[in-house]
């Protein structure tokens, strides 16, 4: 029984080893990249009066842009080719979307379609 | 704020002037009779008690705008003015035959503030509340969340028409179809579905239209219109008496078309500025002092006499 022990615990601790080689290669090393790369940049816009604010805005690829409801009123942030949709944001709400690729992307509120705003993404 | 006293009205001429400034902008009281669709006014009650309904007459009540859901300064207790309202329904001395609610029963579309407006409308001593969606009905989801509450017809669909006391009734959606920058619309499924409908309806025969937005453009940079109410208007114009209620806009307003009038109601939530009012700029809420926002919801009474195609209209505050 003891022989048995001694050679499950050798087995047991060269299991660790190679664990914790793996956590190194998944976990520890993409995790200093990532350290390494810029942090996403963030724009915000405000929706109050029934309007979004900035109107229009122009920002690089792999920006985070986050909307906030400062209305007594429920809004949405809806864009034109469906490519991103708010639920209804009631006041102080926030949503949030990163804007990976190139273009123009037009959006209003569905519940005021006068509402309307731009987000140009281009390189910089 | 001291109180109004109504059993000395005398006793403040200014506040008094303020009150029929109000009174006239919410049309309170002023009763309306359509003849051949030009209304008249016939004279206001001082008290805001509707006169008697004439005995063969069929008589029914609109609501609108409960906001189910909004906690809001300008009106922390909807539910609380939803309950006055029944109260004044269910004491009227003609009972109604039903009450037609035209739209935003909810204020974000959430299935507990469907569940509780269905809930506190089964309070009304009538045996139905007829619905349409407003904006607000028709958050996240269009109007699939609003349905599996108020799907009258088991359709699936939220525009429907039924018959009652001689008159044909259609209940309209015109939130959804929008378009960016443009008003909303009522489609073309729906204006197709409106053309068959009216196909089997004499043109005597008086129509009454329920729909959220104002079927008539009031004030466009705010979207209170539908974007394409003309070709509903061209379906209801060979009609000898053609009715229109709306919401929307939490205040009374009025126009006419040849045989066709058009009316928005009062809201229960909360009021609006008047249309594209200076120094507001947007049609969000407004907060008044609590003893004014009585003065500025209410209910409409409406008989229709058969016979005679008459309809008369009678807006009541909460607060009188």
Same mark, same amino acid.
């Given at each position: 029984m003891s022989y048995r022990f001694s050679c499950n615990t050798t087995r047991l601790l060269r299991g660790c080893v190679a664990l914790g080689l793996v956590f190194c290669a998944v976990f520890v090393m993409p995790a200093n990249f990532a350290a390494a790369a810029p942090p996403a940049p963030t724009v915000e816009v405000n929706i109050a009066k029934f309007a979004f604010s900035p109107q229009e805005i122009t920002v690089a690829p792999g920006t985070k842009v986050i909307w906030t409801n400062r209305d007594d009123t429920p809004h949405t942030v809806t864009s034109n080719d469906k490519s991103f949709a708010s639920k209804g944001l009631d006041t102080d709400d926030k949503f949030e979307h990163t804007f990976a690729s190139e273009g123009d992307f037009s959006y209003i509120c569905?519940?005021?379609?006068?509402m309307t705003g731009v987000v140009h993404v281009r390189k910089q | 704020m001291s109180k109004y006293d109504p059993t000395n009205p005398g006793h403040n001429p200014a506040r008094r002037q303020a009150l029929s400034c109000l009174a006239a902008w919410t049309g309170a009281a002023v009763v309306w009779t359509v003849a051949g669709g030009v209304p008249r006014a016939l004279g206001a009650t001082s008290t805001g008690t509707p006169p008697a309904a004439a005995k063969d007459a069929l008589t029914f009540v609109q609501i609108s705008d409960t906001h189910i859901g909004f906690h809001k300064a300008a009106n922390p207790d909807v539910i609380g003015s939803l309950r006055r309202a029944i109260a004044d329904i269910n004491a009227l001395s003609q009972t109604p035959a039903f009450v037609v609610h035209t739209g +935003?029963?909810?204020?974000?579309?959430?299935p507990e503030e469907f569940g509780q407006a269905r809930e506190v409308l089964q309070e009304i001593h009538v045996d139905r509340v007829h619905t349409v969606p407003g904006e607000h009905d028709a958050i996240d989801e269009g109007v699939n969340g609003y349905l599996k509450f108020? +799907?009258? +017809?088991?359709?699936?669909?939220?525009w429907y028409s039924f018959d009652q006391g001689g008159v044909h009734f259609i209940a309209l959606n015109n939130v959804l179809n929008f378009k960016m920058g443009r008003m909303a619309a009522l489609g073309d499924e729906q204006i197709t579905w409106m053309k068959s409908n009216l196909a089997g309806v004499p043109h005597s025969t008086p129509v009454v239209v329920l729909a959220h937005i104002p079927l008539w453009t009031i004030w466009e940079p705010w979207g209170w219109g539908t974007a394409d109410s003309a070709q509903a208007m061209a379906l209801l114009r060979p009609f000898g008496s053609v009715t229109v209620l709306n919401g929307h806009i939490h205040q009374v307003l009025q126009k006419v078309e040849g045989h066709i009038s058009l009316h928005t109601a009062m809201s229960l939530a909360y009021p609006q500025p008047k249309p594209g009012q200076e120094g507001i700029g947007e049609p969000g809420p407004v907060t008044v002092p609590a003893d004014q926002l009585g003065k500025l919801l209410g209910t409409r009474q409406l008989s229709v006499v058969r016979g005679r195609h008459e309809l008369a209209l009678i807006d009541t505050p909460l607060d009188r």
């Open positions: 569905t519940l005021h379609p006068f | +935003d029963v909810s204020h974000l579309s959430k108020f +799907d009258h +017809d088991g359709n699936g669909k939220s």
